[in-house]
């Protein structure tokens, strides 16, 4: 009878264990890239998918790199008629259950002031900080100039040009 005791608190252990596990599900990032910088090129932005399992909503507040002297969270919005980057305000949300996507013409993790070129085929570690679900370090490879096709990579070229030249601490 002792053991036959033992046995069902076991189980049941065991499954709330299990099914904790389940619930609290995790934060995961996915194919997170980077674009090969141009020639003096002095930014560049990482993309990625970020699923959130975790049971809460979350934030994505901040990114760490030792690639460059800065690194921001950024987002495209119209200005003007124009299309800018700026530094997202109040991080990029992640809500549960649901998948962000940092994409080239929304949002992105920006690197200023690249310390070397990123080179195609190479890649580096980036430190995502969440607001609950705390650090990620993850792998972020870097793929060619060209990647995401033309469009992208021409719409990329102009913003850099009419935006970030003129941002503090770029183009020294
Ligand atoms: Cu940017």
């Given at each position: ?31 997170p890239?980077a ?11 990482a ?77 580096f570690?980036v ?13 972020v ?32």
């Amino acid at each position: 009878m002792n053991s036959f005791k033992t046995f069902i608190a076991a189980t049941a252990l065991a499954t709330v264990a299990f099914t904790g596990a389940a619930l609290a599900g995790d934060m995961t990032i996915s194919k997170p890239w980077a674009r090969a910088s141009a020639g003096m090129a002095k930014a560049g932005a990482a993309f990625m998918f970020i699923y959130n399992e975790t049971g809460m909503d979350d934030t994505l507040v901040a990114a760490k790199a030792d690639v460059s002297k800065k690194v921001e969270l950024h987002t495209h919005l119209m200005e003007g008629g124009v299309m800018k980057m700026r530094e997202v305000e109040g991080g990029i949300p992640v809500k549960n259950g649901t998948t962000q996507e940092l994409k080239p013409g929304s949002y992105h993790v920006m690197f200023m002031g690249l310390n070397e070129p990123l080179k195609e085929g190479s890649s580096f570690p980036v430190t995502l900080v969440f607001e609950h679900a705390g650090e990620k370090t993850i792998k972020v490879e870097v793929m060619g100039p060209g990647a995401m096709g033309d469009m992208a990579k021409h719409k990329m070229g102009g913003m850099q040009n009419m935006d970030h030249g003129n941002m503090p601490g770029m183009g020294q």
